[in-house]
């Protein structure tokens, strides 16, 4: 098996993608049909986009910090 080494900016730098990523595609997908269906507001909206981040983020810092990452700010 190989060692994978990631530098803390590194790591930073992969959350910030993942959030760009996230917010740029809100737009175009299951959020807008929920937003349409339920008649949401680019608020709710944008708090919603946010929630579904938050759990993509948790799930990846607590599978680092499973691999001994310090992912603490």
Request: glycine fraction near 2%; proline fraction near 1%; hydrophobic fraction near 45%.
């Amino acid at each position: 098996m190989r060692a994978i080494i990631i530098e803390e900016d590194r790591f930073a730098e992969v959350l910030a993608a993942m959030k760009a990523r996230a917010k740029a595609q809100h737009e175009n997908s299951f959020l807008r049909v929920l937003q349409e269906r339920y008649k949401l507001t680019p608020q709710e909206t944008e708090m919603l986009a946010d929630e579904v981040f938050r759990s993509i983020n948790y799930e990846f810092v607590r599978w680092a910090q499973s691999h001994g990452a310090s992912c603490v700010r």
